[in-house]
């Protein structure tokens, strides 16, 4: 078999699948063990077909893979591929790209460049920042912390690349009490320790409180970076920017937004206004693979000062040939060297959708939550306990004559799953269990919905009955 026949063969499998998701049982079949018989064993001493390779991979991952890219996952936050994205990301594997300079690949260059214009514009951000793409929204908020660690310490008259934290002036890093735990990850990597944070009061929803930011502030005396969030991973609730941009600025610090799906608000005229503020901020990270629904992996840094973001990020060495600017050398705005042409899948989703598709995709999501919302909420004993401002649900599930709300709640979304119906996760909100609920794929219709709902419902009922 040649290799033409090889990947005709392996696109007819793909489609097998992608035409089964729709359809598919949501989560896994197969057992921890199941999948380590099915993918294991020893290594060949001699190499198999390519076929065979293939159709074992296929056959073997099947049962442990996920249908998170389809209509009824409603886990974490997780978008699906639009095709132009997925097919996109086909053509990105083919054409093997190393996307670390403009000279390893023109093409990729000035694809980066022209869907880095598309996201300011359609993330209504300043025109002239500077955007890498990265592997996720941890990743763009680490770059964009580095690019605050450098801006900060400059001003201050020290050279952080250079010489590093020791004896540096101490920076007062402050997030909200709700702040990502990806936050944390980055200030840790970062060296400014994942403890040694200022945190400011949240409010029952989620967002940051602008008094208790500004009475933080007042204790604040070094060089100063503020984290603040654009959609509540549990609740889709937004800190308010705007006042929090007036604080922050008052001080001379820099505000970064973790904006990982809340930032999409801001494609839609009816939603923008959740977002009012943002772009007065100095960086934000959000996600290409979730609410664009660009195949994984793709996240998004943007930062206000491009020299502070480059100064972080680019390396210098004698053999590369870099381009002082003139054309994008796409490593200056991420940590990674070498690393897949990301830019391709942001380029063809963007296009795709266009601004109005984009609206469209953000504002139904959101439609499909408040349905949840409504359909759920409708069954007495059910509590939703957040305000549906955008795609995120949670849910409670109270047993009717009174009890263990948290066992049931867990009971539900153990029973949800194993069902298969749709998929969905659990969370403790303020201290209390929680059935997360998701909307970001774009093939989710109000059908989806309903029979996930009718699912839920089920596990509920027959789990008070098992009780
Ligand atoms: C608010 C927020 N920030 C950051 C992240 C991390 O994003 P990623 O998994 O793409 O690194 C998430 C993921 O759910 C998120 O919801």
């Known amino acids: ?35 380590r018989t099915a993918l294991g064993g020893p290594l060949p001493e001699r190499g198999e077909e390519p076929r065979e390779v293939v159709e074992r991979l296929a056959r073997s991952a099947d049962p442990g893979l996920v249908g ?33 300079l403009y000279v390893t690949s023109p093409a990729n260059s000035v694809a980066e460049e022209v869907a880095a214009g598309w996201l300011l514009e359609i993330l209504d951000l300043p025109r002239t920042a500077s955007v890498g793409f990265t592997t996720g929204c941890a990743m763009a908020s680490f770059t964009a912390l580095a690019a605050a660690r450098h801006a900060v310490l400059r001003r201050a008259g020290w050279d952080v690349e250079a010489d590093g934290l020791f004896g540096a002036p101490e920076i007062d890093v402050v997030v909200g009490e709700e702040v990502h735990v990806t936050i944390l990850a980055a200030l840790q990597y970062l060296g400014f320790g994942r403890e040694r944070v200022k945190r400011a009061a949240t409010d029952a929803q989620g967002r940051m409180d602008a008094a208790s930011l500004r009475q933080v502030l007042a204790g604040c005396r070094g060089p100063l ?29 820099w505000l970064h937004v973790d904006g990982a799906f809340g930032l999409w608000a801001a494609a839609s005229p009816a939603l923008s206004h959740l977002v009012r503020g943002a772009a007065g901020a100095d960086s934000w990270a959000t996600d290409g693979h979730k609410w664009l629904n660009v195949p994984y992996d793709s996240g998004i840094v943007i930062v206000g000062d491009p020299e502070s973001h480059r100064a972080a ?21 991420v940590p990674e060297f070498s690393r897949r042409a990301r830019g391709f899948t942001v380029w063809a989703a963007l296009r795709s959708l266009g601004r109005q598709g984009m609206a469209e995709l953000v504002e139904r999501c959101c439609n499909l939550a408040r349905r949840f919302a409504a359909r759920l909420g409708a069954e007495p004993g059910i509590e939703i306990l957040n305000e549906i401002v955008l795609n995120q649900v949670l849910v409670r ?37 929680a059935m997360r609920i998701s909307v970001s794929n774009w093939s989710t219709t109000e059908g989806d919905v309903d029979v996930s709902a009718e699912a839920i419902l089920r596990a509920y009922r027959q789990a008070i009955a098992a009780a």
């Open 225 to 253: 970076i503020v984290c603040a969030q654009a959609g509540n991973v549990n609740t889709g609730a937004f800190d308010p920017l705007e006042e929090i941009v007036e604080a922050v600025r008052e001080r001379g610090g």
């Open 68 to 100: 998170m890219a389809g209509p009824r996952y409603f886990g974490f936050v997780i978008g699906g591929h639009v095709p132009a994205a997925l097919a996109a990301d086909w053509l990105t594997s083919t054409w093997d790209q190393n996307a670390t």
């Open 313 to 333: 990020m680019t390396i210098a060495a004698a053999y590369l040939v870099q381009t002082e600017g003139r054309e994008r050398d796409p490593f200056d705005y």
């Open 397 to 433: 599930f109270h047993p009717p004559a009174g009890g263990d709300a948290d066992a049931l709640t867990r009971e539900v979304i153990a029973r949800v799953q194993a069902d298969g119906t749709c998929w969905l996760g659990g969370t403790t909100w303020h201290g209390v269990a």
């Open 1 to 35: 078999m040649d290799q033409s026949d090889l990947l005709r063969h392996t696109a007819d499998l793909a489609i097998e699948f992608l035409d089964g998701l729709p359809e598919r049982r949501v989560g896994p079949t197969a057992s921890i063990e199941e999948l």
